[in-house]
Structures are given as C-alpha cells and as structure tokens.
C-alpha cells in the first residue's frame, strides 16, 4: 500500500473575475518510507497540494488517499498521523521553544519525553535555548523547532512545505542530512522546494509548474532523459553573448546559468560553426559541452508543454 495516492486532483481559486487554476489533474503515489520531492517555482501549486493532503482543504475533483485513509472521509484519523510543516513560520513567537514543543506534544495527547528519541537529533541544535522566545531565534533555529513540533507525536508521514526557504546555506545542508535520519526512522518524508539542487537530494521527484506535474522520476532518470546537446558559454558580455547566440539558427535555446549560459543545440548544429559566429562578431568565447541537470530538464520540459498549450 502506497503511503500517498493522489487520483486527478483539481483545485481553482476566484481572483477578482477570473478562475485561476491552481492544480490540473494531477495524479501521483508514493511509497512508504520515501522522500519524495514536488520541485517547482511559487504559484506551481505545491502548497494548495499539501493542504488538501493534509486535510485543510477540499479539492474540486479527484481523490487522495494518505496511508490508506481517504483525505475528505477519514480527516480526523489523518491529521492524527501526519505531520505537517508549512511554508511560513506558524509556531507562537511569543512562547518560548520548550513552551511550543509542549503545546504541541499536548495537542496530540502525547509528552516530549515519551517521542523524545525522535526528535533529539534535531532537538539537541536548539535545547540549550529552549527558554528562548520563538520569535528571537535565527530562521534555522525556527526551523529546526517547527520539524521538531511536526515531529512531536511520532507521525507516519511527514508534509514539509519549502522548509529551506529563507535560511542560509549550511542550515540547509543540516536539515537535508536531519531528513535522511529521519528515514531510518521509516517516517515517508514529501518535501517541497524552489530550489531545484535540492532535487538530487530526494530518491524522486515530480517537477511541478501552474498546477501540472511535469514528469516524475528519480533525479538521474529526469536528467538522462535529456537528449539535446548542451554547452556551457562564458564571455566577457555575457548579456550580449547571449543575445547574439539566441539569433543563431543553430541555437533552440540560450539562458543564464550561474556565471554561465546554457546552450541547448538544435541536434544536426556544428558547435565549431557557433563559435565561428560568435568569434566574428567579437566575442571570446569559452564553449564546452556539458551534462543536463535538473534545472536544464525543468526549463525544457516547461517549454515543451507551453508549445503543446499553444497549438
């Protein structure tokens, strides 16, 4: 049994006189004890999806089970089981850490100590401030209370809603290797990020934008599916570089990337002939083929599927 099945879910919102679509038929399962990654941009839908699996919202059509239980029937037995991490810093900033982690453990009929070795790990960075009041600590001492409270009452899944967003880098790292702990716990972990690096850290993923699931595979099985020649190009005017080599017949595509620009080949192009143009009007180029990643995999898929809209 799958621990989350969504069947053709879809959900609208009223935006003054227009209904905006925030989920298109999105279909998905996953397994018990994965992590498991929605990967896409603000407005892709990932939030709206975690609150009808999360029992906070009804979806227009479609259905969704959330271990075994259906997400309209069966509510209360669900928010039981799950726990759930919104995007935004929900806990009582005027309480204090230990004074949260016990409101929560409460809630759910429980205490700290008795689902303590859960959360320890995670506990230990921020318990020497546990007198501190939510509201003074650091946005990865924020984090790390919300993941604690999520994890309080021992939950069999585990909904985390851009957990990353708006903390420095290091602290992301900490919390990625906090959820691979958790997995040995045997907790199935669906976690939702912007940033598409944080894709390879997920065993799959599903690429998400306007409410549509682009593909779903693991991380390596998006990027191989990525057939087109891609370069790496870098010159002194980048902004110009990348004007000019968008007007070649031979380019499909050319984007920012880092310091670099990504440039997606049309399948019979010479490169040799791209550097030949783009040396003629001034430019000292590096040009060096490179492998796809996740991101590159996103934009072509986002492409793809605004060219089928179009037609």
């Not at 959900?11 to 994965?34: I, N, P, W, Y």
């Not at 002939?273 to 009007?281: D, L």
Request: hydrophobic share 40%; with cysteine; aromatic share 8%.
């Amino acid at each position: 049994m799958e621990a989350v099945k969504v069947n053709h879910i879809r959900k609208t919102f009223q935006a003054g006189k227009e209904r905006v679509v925030a989920l298109q038929d999105v279909s998905f399962s996953v397994a018990k004890g994965e992590l498991f990654g929605l990967i896409g941009p603000d407005g892709a839908g990932k939030t709206t999806l975690f609150r009808i699996l999360t029992t906070l919202m009804l979806a227009e059509s479609g259905d969704a089970t959330v271990d075994g239980l259906d997400v309209v029937k069966d509510f209360k037995q669900i928010r039981h089981r799950v726990g759930y991490m919104p995007g935004k810093f929900s806990l009582y900033q005027d309480l204090t850490v230990e004074e949260n982690l016990n409101f929560f453990a409460t809630i759910f009929n429980t205490t700290i100590e008795q689902n303590y070795d859960l959360v320890k790990e995670i506990y230990s960075h921020i318990e020497k401030f546990k007198k501190r009041k939510a509201g003074a600590l650091s946005g990865g001492m924020k984090q790390k209370l919300a993941l604690s409270c999520a994890l309080i009452h021992r939950p069999s899944i585990l909904f985390l809603d851009e957990p990353t967003t708006g903390v420095d880098a290091v602290s992301r790292r900490e919390f990625w290797d906090l959820l691979r702990s958790l997995q040995e716990q045997k907790i199935t972990i669906i976690v939702s990020t912007p940033y598409m690096d944080e894709a390879s850290l997920c065993e799959r993923v599903a690429l998400m934008q306007q409410g549509q699931i682009l593909d779903i595979d693991t991380p390596k099985g998006i990027t191989r599916k990525f057939a087109k020649p891609i370069w790496t190009a870098a010159a002194p005017n980048m902004f110009q570089l990348m004007t000019d080599l968008r007007a070649l017949k031979e380019v499909e595509t050319c984007y920012p990337f880092g310091q670099q620009h990504h440039v997606i080949l049309t399948l019979n192009a010479d490169p040799m002939e791209v550097r030949k143009q783009m040396s003629a009007k001034g430019h000292e180029m590096k040009f060096e083929r490179t492998e796809a990643t996740i991101e590159d995999s996103f934009i072509d898929l986002m492409n793809s599927n605004v060219k089928t809209a179009s037609r």
